[in-house]
């Protein structure tokens, strides 16, 4: 045996003998391909029952998907283990801090891997709940110069066939880290989601990026940027920020479902979705990319989306005929057609109602009140019969 073989062979006992001392599993078998059977021995029988019912044409297909996952902190360590579970083909985790006891209000680290980095410590955890997914781990800063060319060079070339990744997922918790996330896709026209939880712990969002496409995270920067103020200033002495592991498994909970719905081209992936916990609010939108954007990497991508768009051939126009109304000479009962699809309100009725955000509308109006004017009004039980009802119509 070779020195190379030697050493290997000692790395491989060491880890092994790290996870039996944190009380991890030993590694199961590979499994290298997907069963589609649904069955109760098969651990991937849930998921694989979604294409069986009709939800997706081809739920095997997640197995050859890369996701690189920015930040294993509380949004970002949830959503790599949602991804494991769900039989994700590969995971690229990039962080740079260390597991500490004030982590654990989250829902993924354990007390006995404080101190690890994050990676290493999530690499771990994951391995030992679905050995079938590839785990590439960076623990490292990626707004430093140097950190980020390798950074970049992952994205472009750490997929599993050797290519770009799939989607690159940004779960961090400052300015800085989303921007050089953000140039980094830009760059190479790479599709990403954002997310983050506020510093209160009580809403948060997700956003989909589609360099050229959609809005870019420098095309709309945030008050503390346009207000030129270095973020690292508004840190409070002795003070930190909230954490809730509802919030934050909230928020990864909405991040992995659109990850799955565009990776597997099922249901439609939100723009931007929104969380505010006091009231359970759920806001959607569509940002639009900022033509003065000051990244002109996205004032390029979104030049070559134009021009994508003038190649497409001109849509047909749909012909609106439009109808004749009919006008009836005599009318002496004011009868009126109306089209029972799209009902009048009825008369008395307010359609206002102040407090909605926007997009949201009422299912129906609440009828206006009426001043009492002690008139007497025919009831349901009136016993006047019809004819005296005509009667009195013909002699009006």
């Known amino acids: 045996m070779s020195v190379a073989e030697l050493q290997k062979k000692v790395k491989e006992l060491e880890e092994e003998l790290r996870r039996v001392k944190h009380g991890g599993a030993a590694p199961r078998e590979k499994i290298t391909e997907m069963s589609g059977e649904v069955v109760d021995t098969n651990p991937y029988s849930r998921l694989m029952a979604l294409k069986r019912m009709g939800i997706v044409s081809d739920y095997e297909k997640i197995r050859t998907h890369t996701v690189a996952v920015v930040g294993v902190g509380g949004v970002g ?3 790599a283990e949602m991804l494991t579970r769900c039989g994700i083909g590969k995971l690229l985790l990039f962080d740079y801090d260390k597991v500490e006891l004030a ?9 006995h891997q404080a101190g690890l980095s994050k990676v290493e410590a999530a690499a771990a955890t994951l391995e030992s709940i679905n050995p079938d997914v590839t785990f590439e781990t960076h623990n490292y800063n990626v ?41 980094a896709c830009n760059e190479l026209s790479q599709t990403w989601f954002e997310s983050g939880v506020s510093e209160n712990a009580v809403s948060g969002h997700i956003q989909f990026l589609i360099p050229g496409e959609t809005a870019c995270f420098d095309c709309a920067p945030p008050l503390i940027v346009a207000s030129q103020i270095d973020e ?33 081209n099922f249901g439609t992936v939100s723009y931007y979705l929104g969380y505010n916990a006091l009231s359970d609010f759920f806001p959607t939108m569509i940002v639009r990319p900022n033509p003065q954007c000051e990244d002109s990497w996205c004032k390029k991508r979104q030049e070559e989306y134009q ?4 190649a497409q051939p001109p849509k047909e126009k749909e012909v609106i005929v439009e109808e004749e109304e009919v006008v009836h000479e005599d009318n002496d009962w004011g009868i009126s057609l109306v089209d029972e699809d799209e009902p009048a309100p009825p008369p008395g009725t307010t359609s206002v109602v102040s407090g909605l955000a926007e997009g949201i509308t009422v299912a129906y109006d609440r009828p206006a009140p009426t001043a009492n004017t002690g008139a007497e009004e025919v009831g349901a039980d009136d016993a006047t019969s019809l004819d005296d009802l005509m009667a009195q119509m013909k002699a009006l």
């Open 232 to 264: 690292r200033t508004l840190k409070r002495e002795g003070v930190c920020a909230a954490s809730l592991p509802t919030t934050m498994g909230i928020v990864a909970g909405m991040l992995v479902q659109n990850v799955l719905k565009f990776l597997l």
């Open 307 to 310: 021009a994508k768009l003038a």
């Open 143 to 183: 707004t430093t110069v140097d950190n980020f060319d390798h950074f970049m060079s992952r994205i472009q070339n750490g997929s599993l066939t050797g290519g770009s990744v799939d989607l690159v997922l940004s779960c961090v918790d400052n300015f800085e880290a989303r921007m050089a996330v953000n140039r």
């Open 103 to 111: 982590n654990m209000n989250r829902l993924f680290f354990q007390p």
């Open 77 to 79: 360590s949830v959503t």
